[in-house]
């Protein structure tokens, strides 16, 4: 099972829109509506940011916000705010061997 | 309050063997799905290994297939990941991680390094 490809780093300005990307196959981003998303601060562990592609957790800021479109998965993040800058990380259950899946990470600067 | 504790983790020889344990608590463990996830340092993270609530469905990376199990024990609130013939690819932060609905990771671990090196 091959990872998910994100792009390895996006980055704007604080108060612009980001968008990070999630690309699978039909075996599993565009398979099933099981795409989560995960933040992760250097030294922490991944916190759950959007489950079933699109919903928020409680406590996640309704600046998060999730899609997916055949293969791909979107996370995008409005209103940037400095504490946004982390690593990204998608995930999706897949019909394979192994449930799991993990999207290779994507680096959020705000500049 | 969620809380999920792993320890276990440090420095061992290629070829040695380690025992992750994971401790839970603030919730129904025995209800839960639970995995084992790890990242190399610098690297992005990696699912390894996932039990069912009852321990009858059972899943490994095919990175660690034939040299990890996972077990856990729902009277003591614990989940566990013996590891034998580490390798120094398996030098990583190992995370544990509670399966909620929709399959999604939706409580994590602070993680335990292992370091698997001569």
């Known amino acids: 099972q091959s990872a998910l490809t994100q792009p390895a780093s996006v980055s704007g300005s604080p108060g612009q829109s980001i968008t990070i990307s999630c690309t699978g196959t039909?075996?599993?981003?565009?398979?099933?509506?099981?795409v989560s998303w995960y933040q992760q601060h250097p030294g922490k562990a991944p916190k759950l940011m959007i489950y079933?592609?699109?919903n928020r957790p409680s406590g996640v800021s309704n600046r998060f916000s999730g899609s997916k479109s055949g293969n791909t998965a979107s996370l995008t993040i409005s209103g940037l705010q400095a504490e946004d800058e982390a690593d990204y990380y998608c995930?999706?259950?897949?019909?394979?061997?192994?449930?799991?899946?993990f999207g290779t990470g994507t680096k959020v600067t705000v500049l | 309050e969620v809380q999920l504790v792993e320890s276990g983790g440090g420095l061992v020889k290629p070829g040695g063997s380690l025992r992750l344990s994971c401790a839970a608590s603030?919730?129904?463990?025995?209800?839960?799905?639970m995995n084992w996830v790890r990242q190399a340092p610098g690297k992005g993270l990696e699912w390894v290994s996932s039990?069912?609530?009852?321990?009858?469905?059972?899943y490994y990376a095919d990175s660690v297939k034939g040299r990890f199990t996972i077990s856990r024990d729902n009277a003591k609130n614990s989940l566990y990941l013996q590891m034998n013939s580490l390798r120094a690819e398996d030098t990583a932060v190992y995370y544990c991680?509670?399966?909620?609905?929709?399959?999604?990771?939706?409580?994590w671990g602070q993680g335990t390094l292992v370091t698997v090196s001569s």
């Open positions: 079933e592609v699109s």
């Open positions: 991680a509670r399966v909620g609905g929709s399959f999604t990771f939706d409580y």
């Open positions: 039990i069912s609530s009852s321990s009858s469905y059972i």
């Open positions: 039909s075996s599993d981003v565009g398979g099933y509506n099981y």
């Open positions: 995930s999706s259950y897949t019909s394979s061997s192994t449930p799991w899946v």
């Open positions: 603030g919730f129904t463990f025995s209800s839960y799905s």
